[in-house]
Nanobody, 124 residues
Framework: QVQLVESGGGLVQAGGSLRLSCAASGRTFSSSAMGWFRQAPGKEREFVAAISWSGGYRYYADSVKGRFTISRDNAKNTVYLQMNSLKPEDTAVYYC?????????????????WGQGTQVTVSS
């Protein structure tokens, strides 16, 4: 069974930065494409970023492109989301997820395993 545990969320002022981490266990991490999603209160869960098995391919939602960076360290079984120039509209619970062989997946249904989420709050 795959387990994903996010960390690094918190409260930050607009313009600030946070780095989220997602530690994976239970399968060969380096063979799985990974992604980050977020869900704000009253809204649907939305795609943020995705990364291929090796990290050579990265995909972003238009709303975060140029501000967020997804990366991974396969030796540590961890995927990261570096978030810069944060805006109040980035406030949400952020989830990491495992899409297995699906590289660049942008839909919730394409991901099999999910973490429990970490809260990010950006104050104005």
């Amino acid at each position: 069974q795959v387990q994903l545990v996010e960390s690094g969320g918190g409260l930050v002022q607009a313009g600030g930065s946070l780095r989220l981490s997602c530690a994976a266990s239970g399968r060969t991490f380096s063979s799985s494409a990974m992604g980050w999603f977020r869900q704000a209160p009253g809204k649907e869960r939305e795609f943020v970023a995705a990364i291929s098995w090796s990290g050579g391919y990265r995909y972003y939602a238009d709303s975060v492109k140029g501000r967020f960076t997804i990366s991974r360290d396969n030796a540590k079984n961890t995927v990261y989301l570096q978030m810069n120039s944060l805006k109040p509209e980035d406030t949400a619970v952020y989830y990491c997820a495992d899409s297995g062989l699906r590289v660049g997946a942008r839909n919730v249904y394409e991901y099999t395993y999910w973490g429990q989420g970490t809260q990010v709050t950006v104050s104005s």
